[in-house]
């Protein structure tokens, strides 16, 4: 089930998911990702296509229609509770970073 296998999301994974809160193609989720993080982060087309098959068959997201070669795909109920779960993760991390290296304060 995607609850155990997705405990944690690859930068890869979390931006893919988050490009799919719009219905995208591949080639679009490709572009998005590398706009959106002012090329930090390259998402070739042989992992895309890979996590693609990986979170239609967990129902993280569904195809939502074909034209041609191209598909179309959108997130989720679950895949949305996925990407809000390592959304709060991450900021736990960050929030201990700031406690524990910056000595903030934890509230």
Same mark, same amino acid.
Not at 28 to 51: A, H, W
Not at 88 to 93: D, G, P
């Given at each position: 089930m995607a609850r155990e296998k997705y405990q944690t999301l690859t &930068?890869?994974?979390f931006y893919i998911l988050i490009c799919l809160n719009h219905e995208s193609c591949g080639v679009d989720i490709m572009k998005n990702v &590398?706009?959106? =993080?002012?090329?930090? $982060? /390259? /998402?070739?087309?042989? =992992?895309? +296509?890979? *996590?693609? @098959?990986?979170? $239609?068959k967990e129902r993280m997201i569904i195809e939502t229609k074909i034209i041609n070669r191209k598909k179309n795909y959108v997130i989720t109920s679950l895949g949305a509770e996925m *990407? &809000?779960?390592? +959304?709060?993760?991450? /900021?736990?991390?960050?929030?201990? +970073? &700031? $406690?524990?290296?910056?000595?903030? @304060?934890?509230s």
């Amino acid at each position: 089930m995607a609850r155990e296998k997705y405990q944690t999301l690859t &930068e890869q994974m979390f931006y893919i998911l988050i490009c799919l809160n719009h219905e995208s193609c591949g080639v679009d989720i490709m572009k998005n990702v &590398e706009k959106l =993080t002012n090329g930090r $982060v /390259i /998402i070739g087309p042989g =992992t895309l +296509y890979s *996590l693609l @098959d990986n979170f $239609v068959k967990e129902r993280m997201i569904i195809e939502t229609k074909i034209i041609n070669r191209k598909k179309n795909y959108v997130i989720t109920s679950l895949g949305a509770e996925m *990407l &809000e779960k390592e +959304y709060l993760r991450l /900021i736990n991390l960050k929030n201990d +970073y &700031e $406690v524990l290296v910056r000595g903030g @304060d934890k509230s």
